[in-house]
């Protein structure tokens, strides 16, 4: 690599972009896939060591949330009628 190559912001063994706020995603991953295959891992490894690196975790859900949910479905229907439909289902 000669010293204008690297003056435009080309690196050995690491990924660098010149001008960071400028330069776009697709730029990015063009500079990305320059990189050998260790240092892709490398690079995917520190992206996700850093803050904001991991997946947003959900926060945890109740059943609870479900109630109510598809009630529409059932007005006006029969309990009695529902259930011997289904229990005649059982043996066909």
């Known amino acids: 690599m000669d010293a204008e190559a690297l003056a435009a912001g080309a690196s050995v063994g ?3 972009v010149k001008d960071m706020p400028g330069t776009s995603y697709e730029d990015v991953v063009k500079s990305a896939e320059a990189l050998g295959p260790a240092d892709r891992l490398r690079l995917a490894a520190e992206l996700i060591r850093r803050p904001g690196g991991q997946p947003d975790q959900a926060a945890p859900r109740s059943v609870l949330e479900l109630r109510g949910l598809g009630k529409d479905v059932w007005l006006g229907a029969s309990v009695e009628e529902y259930l011997a439909r ?3 289902s059982w043996n066909g």
Do not use: G, P, V
């Open 14 to 16: 690491m990924l660098k």
């Open 86 to 88: 289904e229990r005649s």
